[in-house]
């Protein structure tokens, strides 16, 4: 009897043919841009370094489209988002050491919110690997070792023969959910090398898949149907498993109202009569959800912002899903269910009776404006016109990337994202510098839409530099910097805490002078002129950048 299991594919004779004859001139570095074009990847970010020429001199013989940043770290952003917008693996190319950590920030970023990147970095030449300390540049003891507590999985080669499958086991681990950023290093020689080994032409780029086991989602669907007040918070792993749609059904079906975390944001209908919108910060939504008897809470792992800084207490029982294993039940006891979203979304719908409840629509309403009138009483009509003026400029189906700055504070609990996987930001390692690159990246992965970045004045000075990327690649990218001479949020927080800030001014450059130095058209806008002054730089083709000089305040916190 056959398995399916020992089926192989024969080559065909032209496939025998390519094999037996490879051309020549080829190194390890085309071993390395063959596997990831047969895996399907068409474009990938980086920047050269010495020890990675191998890899950058194979591009120019391979039909991969590269865009390269100036700075490694704004690379991996970019890399995040391009991987967020298609879902697909996102090659970034690194060079070894300085090149190599400074994208460690930014694969934390890509870790916190499950964005599926491909690091592959070279590595010092093979004799130098061990931990000797044989004075090669750029030389680690262990270069691996700083990755391992920030990526995935981390995949060593040592020899050219380990190229295909390294990069293939990676781009898998990449896309099993959760999403997550990898690590390849490949030796500068083993890259350099001419290779006999023929051309990559095939890998399995399909990744496992983490169906719920049945025993759980039978329980789970039997105490959602028996409810008397059902809830659901929804978080990034309802985006990232594409299962909007689910989420809608199911809360529809029990009449379940839904709360979207930060991550989740867009994963439900904004004006939908079951939403609570992304008010999770916020005391009156807190209690509405520790008074659920049963609350599912999906795709997220009820960490500090999704738990209104661990101040939710809940009372009746929780059901969580969450592809992540590690934060099953981290922080609350509950059900837990280990799956992807989606398919555990549809076993829930399988097998869910439906619930009527006339009064749950009326209990959202209730709770919203409770939320409304707490802010209302803080006189932030600054803020909230400031946030309004951005929704109302940019297109419906854009996304936009935010920076940790006071406007994306406000955009998390009060920005309608119109959709899921629109709205994108760094809440999930929290590190200044997201926003810009970011935007770049989506660009690149949807060129027919505008994208909006949104910083303060001092997280844009860590992607100054992108500006010649934007320029040079003429990406469809508005940059709006809030500028308030420092760093905002700080200042706040200092003042609050101390009395006083430090460390939080900013002598900061004329933003509007350096775009136009770089060829980027800039406008300086007021708050009651950003409305039109951002549609018209959306509207055009090209980067743009658009400042605002604002002091923006936040609004008062509920979990003290």
Do not use: C
Request: aromatic share 6%.
């Amino acid at each position: 009897m056959t398995h399916d299991h020992d089926l192989v594919l024969r080559p065909t004779e032209a496939q025998i043919s390519a094999a037996l004859n490879p051309p020549a001139g080829r190194n390890g570095g085309d071993l390395v841009v063959e596997t990831l074009a047969a895996l399907g990847a068409t474009t990938v970010f980086g920047l050269p370094g010495q020890h990675a020429l191998g890899v950058f001199d194979a591009l120019r013989r391979s039909d991969l489209r590269y865009i390269g940043l100036r700075v490694e770290n704004n690379a991996g952003f970019a890399a995040d988002a391009y991987g967020r917008i298609t879902g697909e693996a996102a090659p970034l190319l690194l060079s070894t050491g300085p090149g190599a950590l400074t994208s460690l920030a930014a694969l934390q970023e890509a870790a916190a919110a499950s964005a599926p990147v491909l690091a592959i970095s070279s590595q010092i030449p093979t004799a130098g690997l061990g931990g000797g300390r044989h004075g090669y540049l750029h030389e680690l003891p262990d270069q691996a070792a700083s990755f391992r507590g920030v990526v995935k999985s981390v995949h060593t080669v040592r020899a050219q023969s380990q190229i295909p499958s390294a990069i293939e086991a990676a781009w898998k681990s990449a896309l099993t959910a959760p999403h997550g950023p990898v690590w390849v290093e490949v030796p500068q020689d083993v890259l350099l090398a001419e290779t006999s080994i023929p051309v990559v032409t095939g890998g399995d780029a399909f990744p496992e898949e983490l169906p719920p086991r049945p025993e759980l989602t039978a329980v789970a669907a039997d105490l959602l149907s028996n409810a008397a007040r059902p809830a659901i918070i929804a978080g990034g792993g309802v985006v990232r498993a594409d299962a909007s749609r689910k989420l809608r059904q199911l809360a529809e079906t029990l009449q379940a109202p839904v709360v979207t975390t930060p991550g989740g944001k867009g994963a439900f209908p904004w004006t939908h009569p079951l939403s609570l919108q992304s008010w999770i910060e916020d005391r009156h939504t807190t209690d509405f959800l520790e008074d659920a008897d049963v609350l599912l809470v999906v795709g997220s792992g009820l960490g500090e912002l999704s738990s209104n800084y661990h101040t939710f207490r809940p009372r009746g029982r929780v059901v969580q899903i969450e592809a992540d294993l590690g934060k099953l039940e981290s922080n609350h006891p509950a059900l837990g269910i280990h799956a992807d979203a989606r398919l555990a979304l549809q076993a829930l719908l399988e097998t869910v009776s439906p619930r009527e409840d006339a009064q749950a629509a009326e209990r959202v309403r209730d709770v919203l404006a409770r939320v409304s009138a707490r802010i209302a009483a803080q006189e932030l009509t600054l803020e909230q016109d400031v946030l309004a003026s951005v929704r109302k400029a940019l297109p419906a189906d854009s996304p936009s990337f935010w920076d940790m700055t006071i406007l994306a504070y406000w955009a998390w609990s009060a920005f309608d994202a119109k959709g899921p996987n629109h709205m994108h930001s760094a809440q999930g390692a929290g590190g200044l510098g997201y926003g810009f690159p970011a935007a770049l990246g989506a660009a690149v992965a949807d060129p027919t839409r505008p994208v909006l970045a949104v910083s303060g004045d001092g997280g844009a000075l860590y992607s100054i530099a992108e500006l010649a990327t934007a320029r040079q690649y003429a990406l469809n990218v508005t940059w709006l910097i809030v500028d308030d001479g420092g760093y905002g949020i700080l200042r706040e927080y200092m003042t609050d805490a101390f009395g006083q800030a430090t460390a939080t001014e900013l002598t900061r450059p004329d933003f509007v002078a350096l775009a136009e130095s770089f060829g980027v058209p800039g406008v300086r806008t007021t708050p009651e002129t950003l409305a039109d002054d951002l549609s018209k730089a959306l509207g055009s083709p090209g980067p743009s950048v658009v400042v605002l000089p604002a002091v923006l305040r936040m609004f008062a916190p509920t979990h003290r």
